[in-house]
């Protein structure tokens, strides 16, 4: 093979994929079932687990993608949402029980979005990034719907919340805007 060898370890290798042909724990394990043992075949990120079998064939530090993908480390959790910083689109969710809108209590429960995210953050950046009562009604609005498309909410919760973005004073700032925190997406 052009470009192959051993190396100090007693490891072959060919160009950047790794071969371990001597010191293995299992000789005869197999584990993508093709009866080579994995010993015989392509190990490109060198970690141990060969490329078939390897749900990051690329990064050395994962053998699965995990929540944020491949070759992104997932260590901190600053808010404590259960989504690490790395792929958290809100790194100080707001992970109150309940929605309220405009500190106006809706009873409807406050979810975690995939991006990391709550209902909260989202709904709460509708009132702060919006120009007038209408247009963070209608934010509300747009986004409640999808939800309930989404199967996230019923058409009740949806009125509850609705209700209660109405009834909102006019631009009126959220208590968490005064506090100096504001929300939204990073």
Known sequence: MVGAGFDHDGGFFAGAAFFYTLDCGDCDED???????DLNEFD???DGIIDECDGCPLDPAKLSPGLCGCGIAESNDSDGDGLPDACDACLDSDLAKLIAVE?????V???LLNDGCTMNDVLTECSVGAHSHG???ACVARHTNEWRRGGLLSGKDVGRIAR???SSN????SKRVI???TPGRQ
């Open 31 to 37: 584990c993508n079932a093709n009866s080579i043992p």
């Open 44 to 46: 490109s990120d060198g």
């Open 103 to 107: 500190e106006c209590p809706t009873g």
């Open 109 to 111: 429960p406050n979810q």
């Open 135 to 137: 247009e963070s009604t």
């Open 164 to 166: 209660c973005a109405g």
């Open 170 to 173: 006019e631009r009126r700032p």
């Open 179 to 181: 506090e100096g925190r």
